[in-house]
């Protein structure tokens, strides 16, 4: 599986983004995409997860709310993070991560797929 996120870039504070990952090849229904964030001089968390089929979904406290994960019905085999109301401790690069494994996971390591970054900033 290769994924190719998109979708950062600049916003002001309150503003809202949306990422896309999309994922070459054709991820099992009982699998799980995530999105993970990297802020400068940090290290990476985990943002959100959701089953390929979409029917289970869980997020980070930090974000709970404010984002959502879903498939994207737009693309083909994609998934994307609607991000509203951003701080700007947003701030970071957003990584989608595929577990080639059934089962869900906040941990970054146990996901075996990565896609290459974008960059959201949040100005205040």
């Known amino acids: 599986v290769q994924l190719q996120a998109s979708g950062g870039g600049l916003v002001q504070a309150g503003g809202s983004l949306r990422l896309s990952c999309a994922a070459s090849?054709?991820?099992?229904?009982?699998?799980?995409m995530g999105w993970f964030r990297q802020a400068p001089g940090k290290e990476r968390e985990f943002v959100a997860y959701t089953r390929w089929n979409g029917y289970i979904t869980h997020y980070a406290d930090s974000v709970k709310g404010r984002f959502a994960i879903a498939r994207d019905n737009a693309k083909k085999n994609a998934v994307y993070l609607q991000m509203n109301s951003l701080k700007p401790e947003d701030t970071a690069v957003y990584y989608c991560?595929?577990?080639?494994?059934?089962?869900?996971?906040?941990?970054?390591?146990?996901?075996?797929?990565w896609g290459q970054g974008t960059l959201v900033t949040v100005s205040s």
């Open positions: 991560a595929f577990r080639s494994v059934p089962g869900a996971s906040t941990m970054e390591a146990e996901y075996k797929y």
């Open positions: 090849g054709r991820p099992a229904g009982s699998y799980f």
